[in-house]
T-cell receptor, first 115, second 109 residues
Framework: SAVISQKPSRDICQRGTSLTIQCQVD?????MFWYRQQPGQSLTLIAT?????????ESGFVIDKFPISRPNLTFSTLTVSNMSPEDSSIYLC????????????FGPGTRLTVL | AQRVTQPEKLLSVFKGAPVELKCNYS??????LFWYVQYSRQRLQLLLR??SRESIKGFTADLNKGETSFHLKKPFAQEEDSAMYYC???????????FGKGTRLSVIA
């Protein structure tokens, strides 16, 4: 398994500002992903965080809006840029762990409210 | 394209009654299927996966490739089973999970 921590756990932000969310994992992981869970909705994949290279974004998500970094195997950041109220969501970090084929674990999430 | 369908948004059952949460999928290859659960104010956690053929908290799920289904079942519901349940699909290797819209299970005493 993997223990995943995210910071901050929640934040309230003003329109037009940016927020960076950090994800730290306690073990070596093969893959890291970022998901969004809008109020009352399911999880939607934003992107795959690639170590040392640009993230791979899903349709509807772009790097300018959601820049992602992954400097090493156990850490990643997601920035929500130029926020609007529509960005109010829970943002979740998720990982696949070496040796645990195909199983994904999820962080506690960051609850973002944009005013 | 990968797709997971959970037709019921809300399912209410009485304590002790059987439960079946439906999940159908669309995938061109051989998928891995999972059930995740999210209890109130807790993080999303893995409940079970089809490759393990296990029973967790009395829940089981069988992959039916002919019907492309992976329904979650429990013979006798408990109040503590009340939660949000998500069916998810992954291709082999490093592909990420794709989730259904979720079913909220409410077990009534």
């Amino acid at each position: 398994s993997a223990v995943i921590s995210q910071k901050p756990s929640r934040d309230i932000c003003q329109r037009g500002t940016s927020l960076t969310i950090q994800c730290q994992v306690d073990s070596q992981v093969t893959m890291m992903f970022w998901y969004r869970q809008q109020p009352g909705q399911s999880l939607t994949l934003i992107a795959t965080a690639n170590q040392g290279s640009e993230a791979t974004y899903e349709s509807g998500f772009v790097i300018d809006k959601f820049p992602i970094s992954r400097p090493n195997l156990t850490f990643s950041t997601l920035t929500v840029s130029n926020m609007s109220p529509e960005d109010s969501s829970i943002y979740l970090c998720s990982v696949k762990v070496q040796g645990e084929k195909d199983t994904q674990y999820f962080g506690p999430g960051t609850r973002l409210t944009v005013l | 394209a990968q797709r997971v369908t959970q037709p019921e948004k809300l399912l209410s059952v009485f304590k002790g009654a059987p439960v079946e949460l439906k999940c159908n999928y669309s995938y061109s290859g051989s998928p891995e299927l999972f059930w995740y659960v999210q209890y109130s104010r807790q993080r999303l956690q893995l409940l079970l996966r089809h490759i393990s053929r296990e029973s967790i908290k009395g829940f089981t799920a069988d992959l039916n490739k002919g019907e492309t289904s992976f329904h979650l079942k429990k013979p006798f519901a408990q109040e503590e089973d009340s939660a949000m349940y998500y069916c998810a699909l992954s291709g082999r290797g490093n592909t990420p999970l794709v989730f259904g819209k979720g079913t909220r299970l409410s077990v009534i005493a």
